[in-house]
């Protein structure tokens, strides 16, 4: 196994991501590009090496395919590549109904079924002392969990609504792996960009040139944006989520949700290699 350790950022070809790549890399940090457009994003990666100090390495990531992801985590495993920082960055929200390669709605799939899987798959080779790092959103406020939260379908859904239950969930798995690893002084916290500037604000519809004009200029840049992520993963707390470089603890009512144990239950039935 080599000794040099990781930080392994998801949709790292982002504008979110792009900027905690770009961050981590001028720094010093040995960073993995997980990528689902590999050939798209090749370019960015060794503009960042010829930038910067740390040493930059893409890999194919799919998050929309537990394929995917379990070849992912067997490529590091394979390349004895340890693992200091996990920042779970990807994330979607569609305006359509789409499922994934499994057949689960695209953005619970995404937001929260696939990163769970790939965060398990990791945990062995995350460094003692380590970070992982969640993007959550203040839609988990209206976010619902309960035991129809995998039953999303073209009739019922809204972007908003698929959106809202992901970031709820990713924040309740924070909050249950902050204390399941906490025996390993494994830091685990979740970060909240805030409204950036980005193509998932758009919403397709009349007045997105409207709002161009009026709201895009008082919202965050993505680098701005990046700052809660990399808070989170320089933070020696954990159970935390940071909006920026402040920070304040998960409060109570999620910590204790009365669906944390059955969503992780029912995350880990449906990620479990069948045959």
């Given at each position: 196994?080599?000794?040099?350790?990781?930080?392994?950022?998801?949709?790292?070809?982002?504008?979110i991501?792009?900027?905690i790549?770009?961050?981590?890399a001028?720094?010093g940090h040995?960073?993995?590009?997980?990528?689902?457009?590999?050939?798209?994003?090749?370019?960015?990666c060794?503009?960042i090496?010829?930038?910067?100090?740390?040493?930059?390495?893409?890999m194919?990531?799919?998050?929309?395919?537990f394929?995917?992801?379990?070849?992912?985590a067997?490529?590091?495993?394979?390349?004895?590549?340890?693992i200091?920082?996990?920042?779970?960055?990807?994330g979607?929200?569609?305006?359509?109904?789409?499922?994934?390669?499994e057949g689960?709605?695209?953005?619970?799939?995404?937001n929260?079924l696939?990163?769970y899987?790939?965060t398990?798959?990791?945990l062995?080779?995350?460094?003692?002392?380590g970070?992982?790092?969640?993007?959550?959103?203040?839609t988990?406020?209206?976010?619902?969990?309960?035991?129809?939260?995998?039953?999303?379908t073209?009739?019922n859904?809204?972007r908003?609504?698929a959106?809202?239950?992901?970031?709820?969930?990713?924040t309740?798995?924070?909050?249950h792996l902050?204390?399941?690893?906490s025996?390993?002084?494994?830091?685990?916290?979740a970060?909240?960009?805030?409204?950036?500037d980005?193509?998932?604000?758009?919403?397709?519809a009349?007045f997105?040139?409207l709002?161009?004009?009026?709201?895009?200029?008082?919202?965050?840049?993505?680098?701005?944006g990046?700052?809660?992520?990399?808070?989170?993963?320089?933070?020696?707390?954990s159970?935390?989520?940071?909006?920026?470089?402040?920070h304040?603890?998960?409060?109570?009512?999620?910590?204790?949700h009365r669906?944390?144990?059955?969503?992780?239950?029912?995350a880990e039935?449906?990620t479990?290699?069948r045959?």
């Amino acid at each position: 196994m080599t000794n040099t350790p990781y930080i392994i950022v998801t949709g790292a070809g982002g504008s979110i991501g792009q900027a905690i790549t770009r961050t981590l890399a001028h720094a010093g940090h040995n960073v993995i590009m997980a990528c689902r457009n590999v050939a798209k994003d090749t370019p960015l990666c060794d503009k960042i090496n010829n930038e910067c100090s740390g040493t930059v390495t893409i890999m194919q990531l799919d998050l929309a395919s537990f394929d995917s992801i379990r070849r992912f985590a067997d490529n590091i495993q394979e390349r004895g590549y340890t693992i200091k920082a996990l920042i779970n960055n990807a994330g979607v929200m569609n305006k359509e109904y789409r499922t994934t390669r499994e057949g689960y709605e695209m953005t619970i799939g995404v937001n929260f079924l696939g990163t769970y899987l790939l965060t398990e798959l990791l945990l062995p080779g995350i460094i003692d002392g380590g970070n992982i790092t969640f993007t959550t959103s203040l839609t988990r406020y209206i976010g619902k969990v309960d035991e129809q939260f995998f039953n999303l379908t073209a009739d019922n859904y809204g972007r908003f609504k698929a959106y809202s239950r992901s970031k709820l969930a990713t924040t309740l798995y924070t909050a249950h792996l902050a204390h399941k690893l906490s025996a390993r002084n494994i830091h685990v916290n979740a970060a909240d960009p805030g409204v950036v500037d980005t193509g998932m604000i758009r919403m397709d519809a009349w007045f997105d040139p409207l709002a161009d004009k009026l709201f895009r200029p008082l919202i965050s840049t993505p680098q701005q944006g990046a700052t809660s992520a990399l808070s989170a993963t320089e933070a020696s707390c954990s159970g935390e989520i940071f909006e920026k470089t402040r920070h304040h603890t998960i409060p109570k009512r999620l910590r204790k949700h009365r669906y944390t144990q059955w969503l992780i239950a029912e995350a880990e039935r449906l990620t479990t290699r069948r045959g």
